[in-house]
T-cell receptor
Framework: AQSVTQPDIHITVSEGASLELRCNYS??????LFWYVQSPGQGLQLLLK??????LVQGIKGFEAEFKRSQSSFNLRKPSVHWSDAAEYFC????????????FGRGTSLIVHP | NAGVTQTPKFRVLKTGQSMTLLCAQD?????MYWYRQDPGMGLRLIHY???????AKGEVPDGYNVSRLKKQNFLLGLESAAPSQTSVYFC?????????????FGPGTRLLVL
């Protein structure tokens, strides 16, 4: 079975600073990987996903993530954070083949200081 | 196109009371899911459905029942609410049940059990 770890519970950055949120997964093969964002009081929205090919994935709202097989990681990045990026971010991993529901990490809460 | 909607948005129950949470989707998705979200725990799958009339247990099914009488609706029932069921409940849907599929989430229902 697959699993995912988000080691940071909270991350605080200043507006305009760069951002990197960490995600590590455990799976026996190359997984499908996702990042979702949950704005306050809202449901989750897909930011981006990786399924094959280019290991650098571009998403919505200026986010990108890089799949690194050697490190079993799929870190989310943004070069310049805006106050509206303050939210909860979830990494998820899905198994290839068969019928599998993605497994979600515990989430990282992003706080943006003005 | 409303996507995934949830009713009610917020509810307070007393221990032992029952209630039903309603999820509706207008995307003609076959697959629907109920999650609960607790601080530091991320999203945990309660039950899911692979089509009209079929349901299956997820990671934390105890104390909950579900029904999928119509393709567009997925109901989550609490027969005898307990304080441990205080949580935010999210419904989601997807076109297919593979590790790759994007899930579309509703805005959530906040439930407080006293």
């Amino acid at each position: 079975a697959q699993s995912v770890t988000q080691p940071d519970i909270h991350i605080t950055v200043s507006e305009g600073a760069s951002l990197e949120l960490r995600c590590n997964y455990s799976y026996g093969a190359t997984p499908y990987l996702f990042w979702y964002v949950q704005s306050p009081g809202q449901g989750l929205q897909l930011l981006l996903k990786y399924f094959s090919g280019d290991t650098l994935v571009q998403g919505i709202k200026g986010f990108e993530a890089e799949f690194k097989r050697s490190q079993s990681s799929f870190n989310l990045r943004k070069p310049s954070v805006h106050w509206s990026d303050a939210a909860e971010y979830f990494c998820a991993v899905g198994a290839r083949g068969g019928s599998y529901i993605p497994t979600f990490g515990r989430g990282t809460s992003l706080i943006v200081h003005p | 196109n409303a996507g995934v909607t949830q009713t009610p948005k917020f509810r307070v129950l007393k221990t032992g009371q029952s209630m039903t949470l309603l999820c509706a989707q207008d995307m003609n998705h076959e697959y629907m899911y109920w999650y609960r979200q607790d601080p530091g725990m991320g999203l945990r799958l309660i039950h899911y459905s692979v089509g009209e009339g079929t349901t299956a247990k997820g990671e934390v099914p105890d104390g909950y029942n579900v029904s999928r009488l119509k393709k567009q609706n997925f109901l989550l029932g609490l027969e005898s609410a307990a304080p441990s069921q205080t949580s935010v409940y999210f419904c989601a849907s997807s076109k297919a049940l593979t590790g790759l599929e994007t899930q579309y989430f509703g805005p959530g229902t906040r439930l407080l059990v006293l």
